[in-house]
DNA sequence: GTGTGTGAAGGGTTTCACAGCA
DNA sequence: TGCTGTGAAACCCTTCACACAC
């Protein structure tokens, strides 16, 4: 009768990336149908907003809980709510940044980033002119003190934004100081315990990318 | 005897969009060989310095053609020209970048953009600060302007990297000037005809799979 | 009737294993 | 012998189709 609160479940097997990366589109679409006072979505409405099928958006929800209600579709504001949770949106995570060129300081003004939850604490280079400087409110401390900094700062998530050259011993040097997690700008397979997880943003891949579909029409696929 | 030069072949399928992207780690490792001076390299090699299996890389290849010596490996140099010449890295692409904000500037900052043949020719903005002025030794133009700047330059390629609100009607604007690939930044679906090929870069969706790592780590795969 | 949740089918990518050639 | 090139097997992800709940 009244909407019964609903507790998602933890799956039994690893999730794909893709459903991964998915559930965020999914929870982007919810914020703007919520800004706009939408109540009700169905799994055509959403996977129609993303691009995609409504058999996949229902997939990739029912590994983690039975959200809708047969017939009627999802509440919005519940939806994102279970969502937030799964992907652990709710949370603060304590971000530093390895690195203070063009990509880190982009980085340091990426709105996204610090509305969700995301924040920047404290950023490294080697640079003795960017050293104890301040941008964007954030100091910049010498790399050499990665280690201890990551560790006596609890941080959860290291952006490596250096040459590819410093990328390895940066890596090496926030594992050291316990990180967990690393999101890595370098164009480079870092070597980390398998038990460090690595995002890697390639921009240069992805740009060949494009230079492969244009240079063969008919063989690229879409992303 | 004489080693032959080989001659690339075209795939009678559409190839996966990981195969292209691990094309351009291959690539970049054997630049970074040939800088050594290694002449030669295996599947091996290759797969453990991009972190993957040996077989992955010779499928990955065999799509193409049989670049490789049985019981030798491969020609380093041989093999870079013609993963460069498949995936079109021998040309000169005109680009134009749509939105000079953080992540606009920091596209026309990165170099690895530039010295692979991507020319950023043109910038365009709706900002009148911004109109007129030039970064990085590029003219930004008024936004109105679009659809014929980029028919009259001859763009290639449209990096979009303005806020979501904006996307859709500059991602309409590129493609009526004649627009055949779009690089777009803006977290949201472009809608475009079918023949457009759109490579998303949707940073919130990276940083948000790195929030489901860390709150379900035993969930999570890599990359 | 409507639209979800899900086992089963289908399709595509990765891995295996070995024939074939240097 | 050593390592590639490639069909076949295994695996994973997506799509289908329908029972089921509203």
Redo the contacts between chains.
Sequence with gaps: MTPKPRKHR??KI????ST??R???Y??ALVYWIERDVKTVSSDMLSQ???GTPAQVRKDLSYFGAFGRRGLGYNVADLKGNIAH????E?D?RVALVGVG??G??ML??D??RT???NILICFDSDPMKIGKTFHGVKVVNENYLEREIRENNI??AIIAVPVFAAQSAADNCVAGGI??I?NFA?I?LNVPS?I???????????????????????????
């Excluded at 799964?86 to 949106?89: E, S, T, Y």
Aim: net charge neutral.
């Design positions: 933890t799956p690893k999730v794909s990336d991964i990366l559930l965020s589109k929870y982007r907003h993303i691009g799964i992907m652990g949106l949370k995570w063009n990509i300081r982009a003004e990426y996204p980033f969700q939850g995301f959860d998530i967990k997690c999101f164009p397979n038990d997880f690595v995002k890697d943003e390639n921009m240069a891949m992805e740009i060949e990318s494009l230079s492969f579909a244009l240079t063969n029409p008919t063989l690229a696929r879409g992303n």
